[in-house]
């Protein structure tokens, strides 16, 4: 299997990495099952953008998250304006791959000095399923090693 070709991370690319978590998933996070790098879904990018672009926006209006290009022009060098957030769909819809992703975020871009805590309904799904992607996504590539 041919290995996807992510972005060199350069010191430019971390800065927008450190801010665009949508960018350095696309850019960066290689998927384990696929070997490619992995192709958000439009409504996993409002949910990002909402969770960990959302710079202190006045969300009285929910108008503008309907547009996806709106939401990231409109971002401001604020803190986040959440702080916890919990996702729940049915099975096979890409929980884990997501989970594993904003966890490879926070580790090589996301804010310094945090935490990744990983939890799940049952210690196989947190440690063996979400831990290993993102071990896995690291091996495959070489700008995260």
Known sequence: MALAKPKPITPERL??????IIAFLEEQYILPE???LIVLEHWQK???TRM?????????TPEPWNDLSMALASLKAKP???????????KKNGKSALASGI???FAFAGESHGEIIIAANNLDQASLIIYMK????IRMNPNLR
Do not use: C, E, H
């Open 15 to 20: 800065k927008v990495y450190n801010r665009n």
């Open 34 to 36: 696929t070997g490619k």
């Open 46 to 48: 409002l949910l990002l």
């Open 52 to 60: 960990f672009m959302d710079y202190g926006q006045d969300m009285s």
């Open 80 to 90: 986040r304006y959440y702080s916890m957030a919990v996702l729940g769909m049915p």
């Open 103 to 105: 966890g490879l975020w």
């Open 134 to 137: 993102i071990r896995d996504a």
